[in-house]
């Protein structure tokens, strides 16, 4: 059984009056890769912050890396934290920043240097003397990765870990996770919004709002709670596309047909997300029996991004 | 478990000053604010000694007001960089980093002291040849050393201590700097009494209780009045409490640095 790295029960952060996260529960296994979503103003950094010690929940327990949140600096030891609004010292360079931060976590200077080069290397910085200030955003992004996994951490903590990196940067870091994630065991708690990247990176997801748990387990999983109905287009020979819309109009696990001009044996078809059974089955079992000849049946599964705005949006059942 | 295990070759206090050194030497803000006090010194030393040549000011007189001067400036360099020390991390984006990391937080105010109280050294180092070119001779040159070394010293480390600990507290840089500087601004206000107020009981006890005005005091009363340290050291007794109680509040305080941006 894969053991548990990040486990949290009823974790509450107060400030003042403001319940920022209230009362969620969580478990992320070693070498997962686990994001964590949420529009602005979630509560996810402050899930992160009480994850990494920096804050005091108000309530509720928390084992981090084997430690429980009592014990700081031995979860400390063993995490890296990426935050959201990293700053950077302009006046050093990359090698001597993150020989600083190896040192800190208890690396001699030849053992931090080394380290520190070693992840200058795999993730495109090389062994530049270049000043940080010198460095674009992209640059300062991926240094400060170099730096949250200096000390080879069991658990990640990256808080928008592509900000400011370019198409082929935000896939390069995300192999990276992957691949750490699958041969170091490393646990990776991802908050990002870039949903694509999540769909691609992640073994599961939460998703937060209003400081709430909304929902979490895998891609599939969120997209199935989320009642988004799946889109699917059937082709049938434009003769036939009358009597196929009115038997597809029978059935109530299709929620919505749409001619399309453009394309006159076109149906686009909205089916229900729970039908039992499946409402693309139905469908094409329907139009057999009609006797109507299928030319093509497709169906898109929802995405993420569709599941994540309905889980979101204001009014929606939580 | 991958996780790199503590087994610190050296202690957290003394990785962080040097790195803290190295960022504050090797950019243009040391360098930068020891050239603005270096060119004030040259042009308070320049008109003193233009004083002295005309006899309005002699050698004790001249490197009087240069030690004071060098106390009270190079002391205002250490508050103005210590002050900045926790709450420009904060602002700039990088306290959470330092943070999330083993090190203690008393470690890391012990470092960013060490590393504030160097810009002092550094006045010290830099105020020497203007004391030695005043002095006209090796008595009065060493009095002025001794000044500069005992009572500017703890003067110097009292101030870069409280800077601290308002920088640990203070939410932002401005905040921090604006209330260190007013600060010393008060403690300062006693040294410029008029001197039948100074001369009175409670004057003399303001300044002896107040550790700038008693350091800038010592110094005029060994340089300029040669009155002796033995008849003095009283004077003493105020900048050393600050000094350690200063040292004491801002460790204490280490426990409290937050981020300040709660959301």
């Known amino acids: 059984m894969t053991p548990t790295r990040v486990e949290c029960r009823g974790l509450t952060v107060k400030y003042g009056d403001l319940v920022a996260v209230d009362s969620i529960d969580l478990e992320v296994a070693a070498g997962e890769v686990f994001g964590l979503l949420g529009p602005n103003g979630a509560g996810k950094t402050s899930v992160i912050r009480a994850l990494t010690t920096i804050i005091e929940p108000a309530a509720g327990t928390a084992n981090v890396a084997g430690a429980a949140l009592s014990d700081q600096r031995v979860i400390r030891q063993r995490i890296g934290v990426l935050p959201e609004s990293s700053g950077y010292p302009s006046a050093q360079t990359g090698l001597s920043y993150l020989r600083f931060y190896g040192e800190l976590f208890g690396l001699s200077r030849a053992e931090a240097s080394d380290r520190a080069a070693e992840l200058l290397d795999q993730l495109g910085l090389g062994h530049t003397q270049q000043r940080i200030s010198h460095y674009s955003r992209g640059m300062r992004q991926r240094l400060g990765l170099c730096r949250a996994m200096i000390n080879r951490p069991d658990v990640l903590f990256l808080d928008e870990p592509t900000l400011g990196l370019d198409p082929a940067g935000k896939e390069e870091v995300v192999r990276h996770l992957a691949d750490i ?138 | 478990m991958t996780s790199t295990t503590a087994h610190h070759t050296r202690p957290g206090w003394s990785i962080v000053a040097r790195q803290e ?52 400036l190079g002391a205002l360099t250490a508050l103005v960089i210590s002050s900045d020390a926790i709450s420009g991390e904060r602002e700039r984006g990088t306290l959470e980093s330092l943070l999330v990391t083993p090190l203690h937080r008393r470690d890391l105010v012990i470092g960013k002291l060490i590393a ?31 000044v500069l070394v005992v009572a500017g010293s703890l003067v110097a480390a009292a101030l870069t201590a409280f800077g601290l600990a308002i920088s640990s507290l203070a939410m932002s840089n401005r905040v921090s700097l604006a209330s260190a500087i007013s600060i010393m601004l008060l403690l300062a206000a006693p040294s410029r009494l008029p001197g039948v107020t100074a001369n009175g009981v409670l004057g003399s006890i303001l300044i002896k209780l107040n550790p700038v005005s008693a350091g800038l ?47």
């Open chain 2, 217 to 263: 005091k010592l110094a005029n009363d060994v340089l300029v009045g040669q009155q002796g340290w033995s008849n003095h050291w009283t004077l003493l007794i105020s900048p050393a409490v600050a000094a350690v109680l200063s040292t004491v509040v801002a460790i204490q305080l280490s426990r409290r640095i937050e981020l300040g941006d709660s959301r």
């Open chain 1, 181 to 318: 994630a699958v041969h170091d065991g490393t646990t990776v708690v991802l908050c990002t919004h870039l949903l694509d990247e999540v769909e691609r990176a992640c073994d599961r997801v939460a998703i937060m709002a209003a400081g709430k748990l909304l929902t979490t387990g895998t891609v599939d999983d969120v997209i199935d709670a989320s009642d988004v109905p799946r889109s699917s287009r059937l082709r049938v020979h434009s003769d036939d596309i009358a009597a196929a819309h009115d038997v597809l109009g029978r059935l109530d696990c299709v929620d919505g047909i749409r001619f399309d001009n453009a394309r006159p044996g076109d149906l686009d078809l909205q089916l229900a997300p729970h039908a039992v059974p499946p409402a693309s089955a139905r469908v094409l079992a329907a139009i057999i029996d009609a006797g109507i000849e299928i030319r093509a049946f497709e169906t898109d599964r929802a995405s993420l991004n569709d599941a994540f705005l309905a889980l979101t949006a204001p009014g929606a059942p939580t």
């Open chain 2, 116 to 146: 504030a109280t160097s810009m002092w050294v550094a006045a010290i180092v830099v105020s020497l040849p203007f004391v030695a070119v005043l002095a006209r001779g090796p008595g009065v040159a060493f009095d002025a050393v001794i």
């Open chain 2, 21 to 72: 050194l190295s960022e504050l030497w090797g950019s243009t803000r040391g360098s930068g604010v020891l050239l603005g006090f270096s060119v004030l010194l040259a042009a308070l030393s320049y008109l003193v000694s233009a004083d002295a040549g005309i006899n309005l000011l002699d050698a004790r007189e001249s490197v009087g007001v240069i030690v004071q001067t060098a106390i009270a």
